[in-house]
T-cell receptor, first 114, second 114 residues
Framework: DTAVSQTPKYLVTQMGNDKSIKCEQN?????MYWYKQDSKKFLKIMFS???????INETVPNRFSPKSPDKAHLNLHINSLELGDSAVYFC?????????????FGPGTRLTVL | AQSVTQPDIHITVSEGASLELRCNYS??????LFWYVQSPGQGLQLLLK??????LVQGIKGFEAEFKRSQSSFNLRKPSVHWSDAAEYFC????????????FGDGTTLTVKP
């Protein structure tokens, strides 16, 4: 069974559209993250949720809105997509908030904005 | 604020040769340090981590890393590289506070020559 899964794996869309990416983890973890990896492979944290509550919100345009319906799911909705949003988006989870906890990453969603 | 520097953007080694990937960190307290590997088209997988104790840590796939506080380094090593080790490698530092937020280095791309 896949520990952290994301859908879709690939997403191609036009500028100005609104799209969502979904993430699910079956590890029983309390904490989930969204990361953005740009074309140069730089990996930056965007958001983190713990028990459905937002705990980390980096400097991200408010066109990005995460939603956590329950501990096992963290979705990312993006409004008015721009060319610069093209990237690979990774979901990750960890057991709790301890810096020592291992993060488990999903396979990524490659978003291409045309 | 925590930060991670991976000085080598790209490294090429011959199969069977030894490997060392460099990582320098900046963090005000005792750091939690991680190495992750990202194979092409995949998510990140934890290779090893260091929190305390023995400064030489063993990981999966024959990798090891040594924590040197005096040099603020956590270099990754492997005595004999296999072609399947070709991937992107990320060093990360985790915080004891701030919801355990991890900061990633910019990555090192490893190419293995036959």
């Amino acid at each position: 069974d896949t520990a952290v899964s994301q859908t879709p794996k690939y997403l191609v869309t036009q500028m100005g559209n609104d799209k969502s990416i979904k993430c699910e983890q079956n590890l029983g973890h309390d904490t989930m993250y969204w990361y953005k990896q740009d074309s140069k492979k730089f990996l930056k944290i965007m958001f983190s949720y713990n028990n459905k509550e937002l705990i980390i919100n980096e400097t991200v345009p408010n066109r990005f809105s995460p939603k956590s319906p329950d501990k096992a799911h963290l979705n990312l909705h993006i409004n008015s997509l721009e060319l610069g949003d093209s990237a690979v988006y990774f979901c990750a989870s960890r057991a709790g908030l301890a810096g020592t906890d291992t993060q488990y990453f999903g396979p990524g969603t490659r978003l291409t904005v045309l | 604020a925590q930060s991670v520097t991976q000085p080598d953007i790209h490294i090429t080694v011959s199969e069977g040769a030894s490997l060392e990937l460099r990582c320098n960190y900046s963090y005000g307290a005792t750091p939690y340090l991680f190495w992750y590997v990202q194979s092409p088209g995949q998510g990140l997988q934890l290779l090893l981590k260091y929190f305390s104790g023995d400064t030489l840590v063993q990981g999966i796939k024959g990798f090891e890393a040594e924590f040197k506080r005096s040099q603020s380094s956590f270099n990754l090593r492997k005595p004999s590289v296999h072609w399947s080790d070709a991937a992107e490698y990320f060093c990360a530092v985790g915080a004891a506070t701030n919801a355990g937020k991890s900061t990633f280095g910019d990555g090192t791309t490893l190419t293995v020559k036959p």
